[in-house]
């Protein structure tokens, strides 16, 4: 698996089993250089409004059904034989991996709110 193919969108998984989402990547001509990752739950809490829950979500806590969007990503990637990177094997790489700030204002805000 080369370290080289990331994508936006792609999944890491650091050593407790959360997962990150590829946000930013940054590159030095072909060379990999910078990820800017962000929490997978936190990404998918921005994809959904309240008028796309089902009759059913709708009883259930939204986490629970944040969870089940979650892992139904993890799922797909996994289909589509998408590599979930690990962080470590990243940074032994020499690519450095960054979180998006979650206190700042999402993107996609303005869209959902």
Same mark, same amino acid.
């Given at each position: 698996?080369?370290?080289?193919?990331? %994508?936006?969108?792609?999944? &890491? %998984?650091?050593?407790?089993?959360?997962?990150?989402?590829? &946000?930013?990547?940054? $590159?030095?001509g072909? *060379?990999?250089?910078?990820?800017? &990752?962000?929490?997978?739950?936190?990404?998918?809490?921005? =994809?959904?409004? $309240?008028?796309?829950?089902? =009759?059913?979500?709708?009883?259930? #806590?939204?986490? &629970?059904?944040? =969870?089940?969007?979650? !892992? $139904?990503?993890? @799922?797909?990637? =996994?289909?589509?034989? %998408? #590599?979930?990177?690990?962080?470590? @094997?990243?940074?032994?790489?020499?690519?450095?991996?960054? $979180?998006?700030?979650? *206190?700042? #204002?999402?993107p996609?805000? !303005?869209?959902?709110?």
């Amino acid at each position: 698996m080369s370290m080289q193919q990331i %994508r936006e969108n792609d999944l &890491v %998984r650091d050593e407790y089993g959360n997962y990150y989402k590829v &946000v930013g990547i940054h $590159a030095e001509g072909d *060379t990999l250089k910078v990820l800017e &990752v962000s929490n997978l739950y936190f990404e998918t809490s921005f =994809q959904y409004s $309240a008028e796309s829950l089902d =009759q059913d979500s709708k009883t259930k #806590p939204v986490g &629970v059904f944040i =969870q089940e969007q979650v !892992n $139904a990503y993890i @799922d797909e990637t =996994q289909q589509n034989e %998408r #590599p979930i990177y690990g962080i470590r @094997d990243l940074m032994v790489n020499r690519i450095k991996v960054y $979180a998006v700030d979650i *206190t700042q #204002p999402h993107p996609m805000r !303005n869209q959902t709110v």
